[in-house]
């Protein structure tokens, strides 16, 4: 039986797809990188900073050392704070607040496993933290998803077995890290018909089976 739910946060409880992509962009053209595209930003998608910075330098016409990718890395993150500076409740998807209310009153454990650094300040900036139990996120991890580190964190920090959790997750990387991590998948989001999830849905509040997927 489900006692716990690690919900990813970009593109799960609230957008920040959008900010990705245009501090990566403003990074992309500062280095005039022209092939950037949103194709490549949905590749980002639940990835770790690094590992997207390898997705933009993919197109890059030389070779960046690892001093100069931590800048560069450090740099995009800094455009990506710039924005997250005008984030506010706005920025939680539709009745994710009502959603994660329910499923406390129904005695679940909820949990956020987030690959982003930044996660704790977006959960205060939402007005998010009051919903959750345990925060994993990057400041935890060394290992990106499709490893299942950040979740495994995650079922630690609530005291729960991975069998006994469950992930939702927009990402095909995260659906894959919750698989190897020994866990039941929620997909959701504009591809959740392509991430092989156990369950599936568009978004967490057009959810309709909570009793099967909890059983
Ligand atoms: C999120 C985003 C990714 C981002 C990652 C790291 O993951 O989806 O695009 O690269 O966080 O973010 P930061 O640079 O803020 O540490 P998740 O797991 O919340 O979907
Ligand atoms: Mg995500």
């Given at each position: ?7 990813d946060l970009d ?5 920040t797809?959008?900010?990705h ?25 639940g990835?770790s900073r ?62 956020v496993?987030s690959a982003s650094k930044n996660a704790p300040v977006i ?14 996120c990057g400041l ?76």
């Amino acid at each position: 039986m489900i006692k716990g739910i690690i919900f990813d946060l970009d593109g799960v409880l609230v957008s920040t797809d959008e900010m990705h992509y245009l501090a990566w962009k403003r990074l992309a053209d500062e280095l005039q990188i022209t092939g950037f595209t949103r194709e490549d930003n949905r590749r980002q998608r639940g990835v770790s900073r690094m590992a997207s910075l390898e997705i933009v330098l993919e197109k890059a016409d030389r070779v960046y050392t690892e001093e100069e990718k931590a800048e560069l890395a450090e740099r995009k993150n800094n455009y990506y704070l710039e924005l997250l500076e005008h984030m506010d409740e706005s920025a939680v998807l539709k009745n994710v607040k009502e959603v994660l209310a329910g499923l406390k009153e129904r005695g679940l454990l909820l949990a956020v496993g987030s690959a982003s650094k930044n996660a704790p300040v977006i959960l205060e900036k939402t007005g998010l933290l009051p919903y959750l139990d345990k925060i994993s996120c990057g400041l935890d991890t060394t290992k990106s998803k499709p490893d299942p580190e950040v979740f495994l964190v995650a079922a630690r920090k609530l005291e729960l077995s991975p069998g006994q959790c469950l992930v939702v997750e927009d990402s095909a990387a995260g659906i894959e890290a919750a698989a190897a991590g020994g866990m039941k998948s929620l997909g959701v989001g504009p591809f959740y018909r392509l991430l092989h999830a156990d369950y599936e849905a568009p978004m967490l509040c057009e959810v309709q089976n909570w009793d099967e997927i909890l059983k």
